[in-house]
Nanobody, 127 residues
Framework: QVQLVESGGGLVQAGGSLRLSCAAS????????MGWFRQAPGKEREFAAT????????YYADSVKGRFTISRDNAKNTVYLQMNSLKPEDTAVYYC????????????????????WGQGTQVTVSS
């Protein structure tokens, strides 16, 4: 089992920044990749970014590329999402997720690419 706890969400004005954290506990040594997804009201949960746990390779959705940065601290078993130049359309509940299988990048861009999920943290961007 892997437990994930997100933090760092809040209310910010458009153009501002936030840094989300996701602390992992439990069988973290089995983690192969971590991802961030988001879900706006009335919409499907969508992929934002993913990072491989060992090599640190990253990949982003087009909607956040150039504004968001995913990173990890292996010693702290924590993954981060630095969000800059925030827009009102970034408003959503943000979830982190863990892959313990070692799936392909294409699969990691979908919800089915992950085995464990956090409870989410709300990000609200005002215009």
């Amino acid at each position: 089992q892997v437990q994930l706890v997100e933090s760092g969400g809040g209310l910010v004005q458009a153009g501002g920044s936030l840094r989300l954290s996701c602390a992992a506990s439990g069988r973290t040594f089995s983690t192969d990749a971590m991802g961030w997804f988001r879900q706006a009201p009335g919409k499907e949960r969508e992929f934002a970014a993913t990072i491989s746990w060992r090599a640190g390779n990253t990949y982003y959705a087009d909607s956040v590329k150039g504004r968001f940065t995913i990173s990890r601290d292996n010693a702290k078993n924590t993954v981060y999402l630095q969000m800059n130049s925030l827009k009102p359309e970034d408003t959503a509940v943000y979830y982190c997720a863990a892959d313990i299988v070692g799936r392909s990048l294409i699969t990691l861009m979908t919800k089915s690419g992950y085995d464990y999920w956090g409870q989410g943290t709300q990000v609200t961007v005002s215009s």
